[in-house]
DNA sequence: CGTCTTTGACCCGCGC
DNA sequence: GCGCGGGTCAAAGACG
């Protein structure tokens, strides 16, 4: 199993799927992912709900990432991994519990553990790198203690034209690193609020390049920004053809952002409001633009714990 | 001039 | 121990 696909199917990421990222989620993966197409159909949100946790889970797991209950292995390994992690309370309850790392070495790659590692790296840079030997050792150990503490992660994907989905947070990119077996790069984002570590990676399928892999890491811990630059609030996009007609997100927020016949459809809406930076911009009839305002702050309302991390 | 992207170098963990 | 791959840094450049 390659990285990307232990990332996407990384229990940890379901459990700390936001509500409305649920909500928003295509029911349908790349071929890679699991069942090849698409889910028969959508599934509504109260459903999930209204079942055991387990079965809220594994709804979740079909929802959101298309995996067919046929898709025995992917799941299986998913719930081997935190099988004793609660699902619904991460996804509908308070702050997304932090897991502890799993045994998955890649798992443990994943930057989590970044803060640490990229701060004990400036120190070395600022006190000059002939000190890199000493330091390397007093940091394995404290790197350990750390590697537990990983933020709360949350991947999904999109199908869309563009690389980087808004979602209405102000994100510098910091970094792009070719994918091994895949033409795609990887871009690296980070969150541009002071004391905000979020990152976010973006990378596009090579099985399906109109899908956009999006890994959001950690919680913001202040709200949208309000002055916001740019235009557009096209931000994250699905396509139609990943929404079913009836689904929860169209059912329970009457939202517009599913189109029937049309090219896309609003997603992983915090409250849109389009930077102006990157290519978003590049095809402005690659998406339709929402701005459903009261969509955000209802949600914000119901679940204000899932949309940013307040200081404590 | 401030903000953001680009990109090569570097670090680190892991598997062999 | 070595090589590989993932992730990050930071200087330089682009842009409005």
Redesign the pocket.
């Known amino acids: 199993m390659?990285?990307?696909t232990k990332?996407l199917y990384s229990y940890q990421y379901l459990t700390s799927l936001s509500l409305y990222e649920l909500m928003n989620l295509p029911t349908s993966t790349p071929s890679s992912y699991g069942n090849n197409g698409f889910v028969p159909s959508s599934y509504p949100l109260a459903d999930c709900f209204q079942s055991s946790p387990g079965a809220a889970y594994d709804s979740l797991l079909h929802t959101t990432l298309g995996v067919s209950p046929s898709s025995s292995e992917v799941f299986n390994s998913l719930v081997d991994q935190e099988s004793k992690h609660d699902v619904t309370n991460d996804v509908i309850g308070e702050t997304p519990t932090r897991v502890s790392a799993s045994s998955s070495?890649?798992e443990?790659?994943?930057?989590g553990e970044?803060s640490g590692?990229?701060?004990?790296?400036?120190e070395?840079?600022?006190d000059g790198?002939e000190e890199?030997q000493s330091?390397?050792k007093v940091?394995?150990t404290k790197?350990?203690e750390e590697k537990k503490q990983r933020e709360p992660r949350v991947s999904f994907m999109t199908k869309s034209e563009v690389d980087?989905l808004e979602d209405g947070y102000?994100?510098?990119?910091?970094?792009?690193?070719?994918?091994?077996n895949s033409i795609y790069p990887?871009?690296?984002?980070?969150c541009?609020t002071q004391r905000c570590n979020v990152?976010k990676?973006v990378e596009r399928s090579f099985q399906d390049p109109t899908v956009v892999i999006t890994t959001y890491e950690g919680q913001h811990n202040h709200p949208l920004p309000t002055n916001l630059r740019g235009s557009s609030a096209a931000a994250a996009m699905y396509s139609a053809d990943f929404m079913t007609p009836g689904s929860f997100t169209h059912e329970m927020f009457r939202s517009s952002a599913y189109t029937s016949g049309g090219s896309a459809a609003a997603a992983l809406d915090y409250g849109y409001e389009q930077?102006?930076?990157?290519s978003v911009n590049a095809n402005p009839n690659a998406h339709q633009e929402y701005r459903q305002g009261g969509e955000y702050e209802l949600l914000k309302e119901i679940f204000p714990s899932i949309f940013f991390k307040q200081e404590p």
Do not use: I
């Not at 443990?108 to 930057?111: I, K, R, S, T, Y």
């Not at 990887?186 to 980070?190: I, K």
């Not at 930077?275 to 990157?278: L, T, V, W």
């Open positions: 390659s990285n990307e990332d070495s890649s443990a790659d994943l930057p970044d590692k990229s701060q004990r790296k400036r070395l840079v600022g790198r890199n330091s390397k940091g394995k790197k350990k980087h102000r994100w510098r990119k910091y970094g792009q690193k070719a994918v091994k990887r871009s690296y984002y980070r541009t990152k990676r930077s102006s930076y990157g």
